[in-house]
Each structure stands twice: as structure tokens, then as C-alpha cells.
Nanobody
């Protein structure tokens, strides 16, 4: 089995920072694209940032210049450094990873359980 476990969410004042972490564990041969999605109350889940296995990144326009995604391939872990946080960044943040398991079978997406980020004004 493969599990993604997130940590680092919490309550912070506007202008503050948080660092989210997501560690993938289990029978992993390789992890390809990894990313973070955010879901505000009443809204659908949307891509916040993504990173390929060779380090290429992609960000939602709303977080460019404030958030930084990075990864440690040896640890199958992806991070999201969130700076200059705004109240509109509030929501549940989900980790996503495209993983190839040991043995046969295709690459498939896995999701974490989500971590709450609340930014107060």
C-alpha cells in the first residue's frame, strides 16, 4: 500500500508563514509529479502548486511569488512553503502524488488526507 501523510497546517495571522510537508510511504518504486491542491469552504479543489520529478514547478497565479514548492526525492516528500499568507488562502490543503508501485502496474495518483490552513485577518 501507499500512503501520503501531510503535516504543517494550522492557524496563522495574515502576513505569516506556514510550511506544509507530505511524505509518501509504502511500496514505492518512484514518484513522478507531486503537488498541492487547496479547497476553500464551498469551493472545488484546485491546484496550488506542482513539481515534476526533475524539479520543474508550476503555480496558481494567486500564489506566485508567495508560495514555493520543493521536494526531496530520496524521502518521497514534497513541501509547500507558504509566505505572506492572506485570509483567502484559508482552506484544506491536499497533497497529491503520481506514484509507481513496486512490481507491475501503472503510475496512479494518490491523495493525502488533507491539512487545514486558516489565515486570520
Amino acid at each position: 500500500q501507499v500512503q501520503l501523510v501531510e503535516s504543517g497546517g494550522g492557524l496563522v495571522q495574515a502576513g505569516g508563514s506556514l510550511r506544509l510537508s507530505c511524505a509518501a510511504s509504502g511500496s514505492i518504486r518512484s514518484s513522478n509529479n507531486m503537488g498541492w491542491y487547496g479547497q476553500a469552504p464551498g469551493n472545488r479543489r484546485e491546484l496550488v502548486a506542482a513539481i515534476t520529478s526533475d524539479g520543474s514547478t508550476n503555480y496558481a497565479d494567486s500564489v506566485k511569488g508567495r508560495f514555493t514548492i520543493s521536494r526531496d526525492n530520496a524521502k518521497n516528500t514534497v513541501y509547500l512553503q507558504m509566505n505572506s499568507l492572506k485570509p483567502e488562502d484559508t482552506g484544506v490543503y491536499y497533497c497529491n502524488a503520481d506514484i509507481k508501485k513496486i512490481g507491475w502496474g501503472p503510475v496512479r495518483p494518490y491523495w493525502g488526507q488533507g491539512t487545514q490552513v486558516t489565515v486570520s485577518s
